[in-house]
């Protein structure tokens, strides 16, 4: 568990870089997260064609490099233990998988997809491109970072490329939001450095990024977990939020 002077070194990092959430979002969360048993499985996509037409209900995409502890983060957020299969063998999800939040009719529909990068097949790339693409539901796209590992050239590739359609849309679209995974896994000393190098790494290769949200789903308490269900809620036009967007020094 972080120790009391971790948390307080990450928050004054972070402080002026990071999503501040107002009452209203947290409020509104605290609405649609707060019964577990209403988040449900809908359906699983393996394809263009065989992608859900839902009740027309904001949506979230996931995403990251594969065992970047995207199904451990998303149980966390939902509130269940094992709604999303995990696994330490990377490329588990094939699909892309759609899930209400929020008792019936729901809310909201988060959407899990495949992890992308070495272990990722060509046709799951295919297919999340196709969603963010054509899906006028969408309305954010989160990429997860492992916190000790940070950026690659595919992870850098994947903002880029958002980036590009955010802009080409005006933000009107979709917007791009990253979440650091596993702050666990770092050394006390380690913390500083790494999430201020993060930062920087996503804000050069998307500059309309907004500030990431860290998070360890493996603590007790979850560490950052609720200011994800406060972006989710944000995004989907359910709660206000105040962006501060990060500007490297």
Known sequence: MLALHERRA????????????VSSSSSAANKVFSDSKSAEFLAAAGSPSSIPKLNGLPEVIVTGRANVGK?????????RRNLLHTSKKPGRTQTLNFYRVGP????????DAPGYGSRGRPEWGELFDYYVQNRAE??????????????????????????????ASGGLKFTVQGIVT????LRDSEITKA??????????????????????????PHYGVDQVRQSIIEACGLGKAE?????PP
């Open 243 to 247: 962006l501060k967007v990060f500007r």
């Open 138 to 167: 969408l309305k954010r796209v989160y990429i997860l970072f492992h916190a000790k590992h940070g950026l690659n050239d595919v992870d850098r590739m994947m903002l880029s490329s958002l980036d590009e359609q955010c802009q």
């Open 71 to 79: 199904s451990t983060l998303l149980n966390a957020v939902l509130g």
């Open 195 to 220: 999430i201020k190098t993060i930062q920087k790494d996503i804000f050069e290769a998307a500059p309309t990024c907004l500030p990431p949200v860290i998070t360890s789903a493996l603590e007790h």
């Open 10 to 21: 990450i928050m004054g990092l972070l402080r002026g870089t990071t999503t501040r959430l």
């Open 182 to 185: 596993k702050l666990d896994t």
């Open 104 to 111: 019936p009719p729901g809310q909201l529909i988060l959407v």
